[in-house]
């Protein structure tokens, strides 16, 4: 396995594994994009799972953040999130949606005054991240940071990044455009929809 420690090493083993595609991607977000990131490729593996989680906690922990629980949404995030908490000894948590909304279900919960990490495995422009954050704050806890495995918030324009910038492992810039600027539709390219979650429209 490449070395973690490193971008180079992080880029070879998301190269190796296939996470990277090329096509015309439609994203969660509504969006367009020439780029799409299968994080699903890289986490199947418990090995290749952890070692992603503890090299991600040490990028949390250089960052200086002080973390008690982290949380991340179903299901995209959860594999990722639990590797994380995993490396950094701290419980997990996950958050479904039930009628278009995130919630603690199961039993799950967080404590008022406890400081959160969330964790995703991919961030685009943190709609997610942002949704888990009122989440976070109605239940009286704070969130500490944001992780992900990759950030592909750079290839957006300002406004539409998160409001939190991510501490991740991998950053791209792919090319992101509104439906009706997209020159893959004009080209005629089919539309993949590869996401969890359906893309608005």
């Not at 952890?50 to 949380?71: C, I, K, P």
């Not at 942002?130 to 944001?146: D, I, M, N, P």
Request: glycine fraction near 12%; charged fraction near 20%.
């Amino acid at each position: 396995m490449p070395d973690l420690l490193t971008d180079g090493g992080i880029a070879a083993l998301l190269a190796e594994l296939g996470v990277v595609r090329t096509g015309h991607y439609a994203l969660s977000s509504g969006a367009h994009s020439d780029t799409y990131l299968q994080c699903a490729l890289a986490l199947s593996s418990p090995g290749v799972a952890l070692a992603l989680g503890r090299a991600l906690a040490g990028r949390v922990r250089d960052a200086g953040h002080e973390v008690d629980v982290v949380v991340s949404p179903a299901l995209g995030g959860v594999l990722a999130g639990f590797a994380v908490a995993a490396a950094l000894d701290r419980r997990f948590v996950f958050a479904e949606r039930v009628e278009g909304a995130f919630a603690l279900r199961r039993g799950q919960h967080l404590a008022p005054g406890e400081r959160v990490l969330v964790v995703e495995d991919v961030v685009t422009t943190g709609g997610s991240a942002s949704e888990l954050a009122g989440l976070v704050r109605a239940q009286g806890a704070t969130v500490a940071a944001v992780a992900s495995i990759v950030d592909r918030s750079r290839g957006l324009p300002p406004e539409q990044r998160p409001a939190w910038r991510p501490i991740s492992l991998y950053r791209v810039a792919p090319a992101v455009w509104a439906p009706s600027a997209c020159p893959r539709c004009a080209a005629g390219d089919p539309l993949d929809r590869p996401g969890s979650r359906p893309a608005p429209g």
